[in-house]
């Protein structure tokens, strides 16, 4: 029964290769987002999707691909993957349009790339 | 200037300090404002949301002063279980996007 699940968990790959990363929330939100999380801890907004819709593009290269196939679900593709894209990702879901718009996480894709 | 900026710490405190974490933020339409706790290779969770008035749960207080764009969390009586990273967050409602503050680290020592 958890909130927000992503898979996988940990993901080792090649510099060069394509790789996808799912997220899924059972909350009944209507947003969901991407967010990056480096060496430094710092966590950056990558994008937002509100009912399938993306909302927020936080200038992220073309080598990342978000989808939204319906508004439970958003998967991560990254092609060409590089040596910088190593990083935690967070999938996240909120329900915007109420006071305190909460942003719930899954647990989180450690991607090492090498 | 970051949107959200903290004091990275880390903090070193023994058990039962007090401790005060700040937290800036940069655009004066956000409207929500969060404290998260992380712990190591887990997910943020919510600790409290950060009211105008104040507010406050059991060790944890917070604040919001919306002039000075400032949010602070103070910890009383701390426990080694608060060993953490703690995550300053604001929202503009209807911005679709929660930017956090780089984290401030905290350890409790016995």
């Known amino acids: 029964d958890t909130a927000v699940s992503q898979t996988p968990k940990y993901l080792v790959t090649q510099m060069g290769n394509d790789k996808s990363i799912k997220c899924e929330q059972n909350?009944?939100?209507?947003?969901m987002y991407w967010y990056k999380q480096d060496s430094k801890k710092f966590l950056k907004i990558m994008f937002s999707?509100?009912?399938?819709?993306?909302?927020i593009n936080e200038t992220v290269p073309n080598r990342f691909s978000p989808k939204s196939p319906d508004k439970a679900h958003l998967n991560l593709h990254i092609n060409s993957l590089e040596l910088g894209d190593s990083a935690v990702y967070f999938c996240?879901?909120?329900?915007?349009?109420?006071?305190?718009?909460?942003?719930?996480f899954g647990q989180g894709t450690r991607l090492t790339v090498v | 200037r970051k949107e959200v900026e903290q004091d990275p710490g880390p903090f070193n405190v023994p058990e039962g300090a007090t401790v005060a974490f700040n937290c800036t933020y940069s655009?004066?339409?956000?409207?929500?404002f969060f404290w998260y706790r992380q712990d190591c290779r887990k997910e943020p969770k919510l600790l409290m949301s950060?009211?105008?008035s104040g507010n406050e749960d059991g060790r944890f207080t917070a604040q919001l002063n919306r002039a000075s764009q400032y949010i602070s969390l103070l910890i009383r009586d701390s426990k080694l279980s608060d060993s953490a990273t703690y995550l300053c967050?604001?929202?503009?409602?209807?911005?679709?996007?929660?930017?956090f503050g780089a984290g401030t680290r905290l350890f409790v020592k016995a």
């Open positions: 999707y509100n009912n399938k819709e993306l909302i």
């Open positions: 967050a604001v929202n503009k409602a209807g911005g679709f996007k929660t930017i």
């Open positions: 950060v009211y105008s």
């Open positions: 909350l009944g939100h209507d947003t």
């Open positions: 996240a879901s909120s329900q915007e349009g109420v006071r305190d718009t909460e942003a719930f």
């Open positions: 655009n004066s339409a956000s409207q929500s």
